[in-house]
């Protein structure tokens, strides 16, 4: 028989004691903890279930839209074109004879009038010419007087048979003579007046004058290094200008026919001539600038199918500066009248143009139309909409057909005039 056996059972016996003793305080915390978990769990899940019924009470808010009637008026339809601006008159300055410039007598840049001075060549060796001119001229007349006398005595003489025919003939030959070299005496004099004169260069126009591009002391050449008299400056004429444009031969047609249609009465065969246009600048908004077209070329360019127009333009400002490049916009037709919409009201899809609509019970509908041309920021409406239409102008963000919205009238702007200088107007 083992001798640890009985302490070895009462080992176990004290240990089945212990655990025993230990075994309900576990089993009330794991109590506890259920419990607690139970209560948040039933919490959770009420309040859970408040908030879905709180959702399920409360409706979505209808979307805001701005919705605005389309604008009845009468717009004149224009096509707008690229041009440039040139002088109706623009002259190089040349002298006319040779020689050193003396004296300067203009502002480079300043506004010149027909006949002002602008440049002194030395006027002493055309003096020197001119007086030479005088004496030869003084001497042929002395000599026209002698002939004449010797003509009047041998007259006298003939009629008496006192001298000889061939004589006669001699003295009627001289004195015709001396008139010839009188007259020869005389247009010298007066090439050598004109000569003097030439050396006092004025502008033969009004206008701008350009830079002087020879200064005093300079040799001023009639045979250049290009065949030509030097050139001293420029002048261009400022008021009124010309304008240059090219249109293509349809819209040309167009604007024939139109004419003709408007003056059934012409009789001078002038087509065109008074078609209204309007100017605008580079760094102008809209068209302020109002003339009429003069002129158009007489063949159309076979390369690009386009024929050069001219307008002219008054320029009392003066800044229509010649070389400058500006956008021209001539009509299209007579004025119509049409529907109007802003343009950013306008959608597209898939290459046909709708806007949205909003009818009697507030639901919105897509509706196709047909868009003219731009005006400003609104654009015609060819078809597809009526006066009493309301379209939407504002909120179009997730907006689709079908849906009720809550429609806010648009406030009234003051009406534009669609026809102004101001309105820009696309071609396309």
Not at 283 to 311: S, Y
Request: glycine content about 6%; charged content about 25%.
């Amino acid at each position: 028989m083992n001798p640890k056996t009985p302490n070895a059972k009462l080992q176990r016996s004290d240990k089945r004691q212990t655990s025993n003793s230990r075994a309900p305080g576990r089993r009330s915390l794991v109590f506890e903890g259920w419990c607690f978990f139970g209560v948040w769990s039933l919490v959770f899940g009420v309040l859970l279930s408040g908030c879905s019924r709180q959702q399920q009470s409360v409706a979505p808010p209808r979307p805001k839209v701005t919705a605005a009637l389309p604008e009845s008026a009468t717009v004149t339809n224009w096509d707008e074109y690229p041009a440039h601006i040139d002088a109706i008159e623009m002259v190089e300055v040349r002298s006319r004879v040779a020689g050193y410039i003396d004296s300067i007598h203009f502002q480079d840049g300043a506004q010149v009038k027909a006949g002002d001075l602008l440049f002194v060549i030395d006027p002493r060796p055309y003096s020197a010419e001119l007086e030479h001119a005088q004496a030869q001229r003084q001497q042929a007349e002395s000599r026209v007087d002698l002939a004449r006398n010797d003509f009047n005595r041998a007259e006298t003489l003939h009629g008496t048979r006192a001298i000889s025919e061939e004589e006669y003939d001699s003295r009627s030959k001289a004195l015709r003579a001396a008139e010839s070299e009188l007259a020869a005496a005389k247009a010298n004099e007066t090439t050598a007046r004109i000569n003097l004169e030439y050396t006092q260069i004025k502008a033969p126009i009004s206008g701008k004058i350009g830079r002087r591009l020879i200064t005093v002391g300079n040799m001023v050449q009639l045979q250049g290094n290009n065949g030509s008299a030097t050139m001293l400056t420029t002048i261009v004429s400022v008021d009124p200008v010309y304008c240059y444009f090219d249109v293509e031969e349809g819209a040309f047609l167009r604007y024939c026919a139109s004419d003709r249609s408007d003056r059934s009465d012409r009789s001078d065969g002038r087509s065109l001539a008074g078609l209204p246009c309007e100017l605008g600048l580079a760094n102008e908004d809209g068209f302020r600038r109002h003339g009429q077209v003069n002129f158009f070329d007489n063949q159309v360019n076979p390369q690009t199918g386009t024929i050069r127009m001219r307008a002219v333009f008054e320029n009392a400002d003066h800044s229509l500066v010649p070389g400058m490049f500006a956008n021209v916009r001539v009509p299209a037709g007579p004025p119509e009248s049409t529907l109007l919409v802003p343009d950013t009201a306008v959608q597209s899809n898939q290459g046909y143009k709708f806007v949205f609509v909003v009818n009697s019970e507030n639901k919105v509908e897509e509706r196709t139309i047909k868009i003219g041309r731009a005006h400003g920021s609104r654009r015609a409406v060819l078809s597809g909409l009526s006066p009493q239409d309301r379209v939407v102008v504002n909120g179009l963000v997730m907006l689709k057909s079908g849906v009720t919205v809550e429609v806010q009238t648009a406030e009234a702007s003051p009406k534009s005039n669609v026809q102004s200088p101001k309105s820009v107007v696309s071609s396309q």
